[in-house]
């Protein structure tokens, strides 16, 4: 299977610890994305990188949040003490980016989400 | 900053009955405009897009047309089956391709 993949699918822990998501995009991606969805919304965006470089970072998101692409192929997302309110789905997406002269339209290609449960 | 507004759910239609999920969003620039699709226990995936002023995007059957006028993207289909319930989410994606901005979602569900 070559699209998005994440682990774990599903974690569940207790308030005030801290959990790591990880995320393998389509190998030949340069963007990857995070994304979070609770029930009823839309994905709400957090982050996006392009190769190893994080370019943009959502103003709502806590400083316990971090993301990281350290080699530009697979990230993670680590949520330190953890609160109720962190419960949702956690996803990644990943897309290419051509370069400056050709539109890039966008288009994203999801994994299957990581959902977080805090107790 | 980028919205995306899509018609409040859920729908729950028969079988072949015409689909209209309506969809209007606020951007600068010239975006490009999704709609994903989200079946039961899966992923997020592309249903179709269009990238610029009067296309039509199209696939499996669902159509909509990038309305710049309107800023609308409204989806439809002529026949729905049981298998199109599912969540679909209109989204944008600015012209540099940043971070896309989605709807909330609108549960679809088809009756045999």
């Known amino acids: 299977d070559t699209g998005v993949s994440q682990d774990p699918r599903h974690k569940i822990t207790k308030r005030g610890q801290n959990v790591t998501f990880r995320c393998d995009p389509i190998s030949e991606h340069n963007r990857l994305y995070w994304y979070r969805q609770t029930l009823g919304q839309g994905p709400e965006f957090l982050t996006y990188?392009?190769?190893?470089?994080?370019?943009?970072k959502s103003r709502l998101l806590s400083d316990r949040f971090s993301a990281e692409r350290p080699k530009g192929s697979f990230s993670t997302l680590e949520i330190q003490r953890t609160e109720q309110g962190d419960s949702a789905m956690y996803l990644c997406?990943?897309?290419?980016?051509?370069?400056?002269?050709?539109?890039?339209?966008?288009?994203?290609?999801f994994g299957e989400g990581s959902r977080l449960t805090v107790l | 900053g980028n919205s995306v507004t899509q018609m409040e759910g859920p729908v729950t239609l028969s079988e072949e009955a015409f689909l209209t999920i309506n969809c209007t969003y606020t951007a600068t620039g010239y975006p490009s405009l999704f709609w994903y699709v989200q079946y039961p226990g899966e992923g997020l995936q592309l249903l179709l897009k269009?990238?610029?002023?009067?296309d039509k995007g199209s696939n499996k059957g669902f159509e909509a047309t990038y309305r710049k006028e309107t800023t609308s993207f409204h989806l439809e289909k002529g026949s729905v089956q049981v298998s199109d319930s599912a969540v679909y989410f209109c989204a944008l994606s600015p012209y540099n391709a940043g971070k896309s901005t989605f709807g909330d979602g609108t549960t679809l569900t088809v009756k045999p």
């Open positions: 997406a990943s897309s290419l980016r051509v370069g400056h002269r050709v539109r890039n339209t966008g288009e994203l290609f």
């Open positions: 269009a990238t610029k002023a009067d």
């Open positions: 990188f392009q190769n190893e470089a994080q370019l943009e």
